[in-house]
């Protein structure tokens, strides 16, 4: 079966998940990606560990495993001068350079956009970092759970006395994926044009553009509404129910549904309530609503619920613990994780690509690498000597 990026070269000197994760994407569809990280490795690689080395120090982690699959990995010291050469011969042979480190220091590794255009003008250099290349926070750095802050949305699902954190890191997930967005539209405008680009991926912009709608509804009508945590402030009933046995979510937008919970749960009072006529109005009086939700709720199981509320046609579903989630009939049936074998750890579990082509579908091929792994087959590709490789690894370059 044909890969869609077979050929594509890629040089990955991501770390953590926006930058690795976009590579990752890239190597699922068949491109050749090579991992470049520091000789004693990158600090994400045994975040989250699974496994400990004789030591008691920690080996790779779950992050790692997922954000490397099906890539190679090379050691490299980029400030030696011979490092440097190893960095312009991966350039000079690559179609995707990709790094998520901020500008100026990508600016002293080499790794700027003039930097990399002057040695291979075909390269889309992808960079990502937490602000942007321009702007007052250009030279902050920051993850992703900094920017959920400062772009309104862990304000807005807490409460007025606690502010909350997604768990999910969606800012870097998302900044990931428009950044691979962004590449496969530059390789096709170097289609046309025979050059490559800067491509630029911001988390603020993406937590911003995420959140757009919130933001937009404040600047046009300047509400300044105030978080209530779960419940929907536009819908409903939109939230988080505690049934007799767990919990469980409802999530209802429009009048058809809204029509059908009112039956389902004998208010069918509310269909000539002026105060349930809209979506606008149910979410000002979102408060009634998932009171009389919650009352119906907590006289059935979880199950009883949702089995209700799916009789209806109306959306719903469990909350779920970690391992609930692992252990899901459907995400068992669907094929969401693959196992791996890696080193040192044994067996574990890798989500797979998330889109799904039909035809050529993304793959899992191979476990993320061990530090160095690939070494030697890729300086050798790149025109050395192995006498050349070994004095490098003697000096400390590689």
């Known amino acids: 079966m044909h890969a869609p990026l077979e050929g594509l070269k890629v040089i990955d000197f991501g770390r953590y998940i926006a930058g690795p994760y976009c590579a990752a994407l890239l190597a699922d569809f068949g491109a050749d990606v090579i991992r470049v990280e520091k000789r004693d490795g990158r600090e994400d690689r045994t975040l989250v560990s699974l496994a400990e080395n004789e030591d008691g120090s920690p080996r790779e982690g779950a992050m790692f495993l997922q954000m490397n699959r099906n890539k190679k990995s090379l050691t490299l010291d980029p400030a030696t001068e011979k490092g440097r050469e190893v960095v312009r011969r991966l350039i000079a042979d690559a179609d ?29 250099l992808a960079v990502v970092s937490a602000f942007g290349i321009e702007g007052p926070y250009a030279a902050r750095v920051g993850f992703d759970g900094v920017t959920q802050a400062m772009s309104g949305s862990s304000y807005f699902s807490g409460t007025e006395d606690q502010p909350v954190r997604c768990a999910t890191p969606f800012v870097d997930f998302g900044t990931a994926s428009l950044l691979a967005l962004g590449i496969m539209m530059a390789l096709r405008s170097r289609e046309q044009t025979g050059k490559g680009q800067l491509v630029e991926g911001a988390l603020l912009r993406t937590a911003m553009t995420y959140f757009s709608a919130n933001l ?51 208010a069918s009072e509310w269909l ?91 793959t899992v ?20 000597t192995q006498d ?11």
């Open 96 to 124: 995707v350079v990709i790094a998520n480190l901020p500008y100026d220091t990508l600016k002293s590794m080499g790794l700027d956009y003039e930097s990399v255009s002057a040695i291979n003008p075909r390269a889309i």
């Open 216 to 266: 937009i509804e404040e600047e046009v009508l300047r509400l300044d509404r105030k978080p209530s945590l779960n419940r929907s402030q536009t819908a409903g009933p939109s939230d988080i129910y505690k049934a007799k046995d767990g919990w469980l979510t409802v999530a209802v937008n429009g009048d058809p549904l809204f029509r059908r919970v009112a039956r389902l749960i004998g």
């Open 272 to 362: 000539e309530d002026p105060r349930f006529a809209s979506d606008k109005a149910r979410g000002d009086n979102g408060e009634v609503i998932s009171a009389r939700v919650q009352a119906w709720v907590s006289e059935r199981t979880s199950a009883e619920a949702i089995a209700a509320f799916e009789k209806a046609r109306v959306p719903a579903g469990p909350v779920l613990s970690l391992r609930q989630a692992m252990d899901d009939s459907h995400v068992k049936a669907t094929g969401i994780f693959t196992q791996v074998d890696f080193p040192g750890i044994g067996t574990a579990p890798v989500a797979v690509t998330p889109v799904k082509l039909h035809a050529t579908p993304g």
């Open 365 to 384: 091929r191979n476990r993320a690498p061990v530090l160095s792994e690939h070494s030697d087959d890729v300086l050798t590709a790149l025109g050395y």
């Open 388 to 398: 050349e490789i070994a004095e490098m690894k003697k000096e400390g370059t590689v």
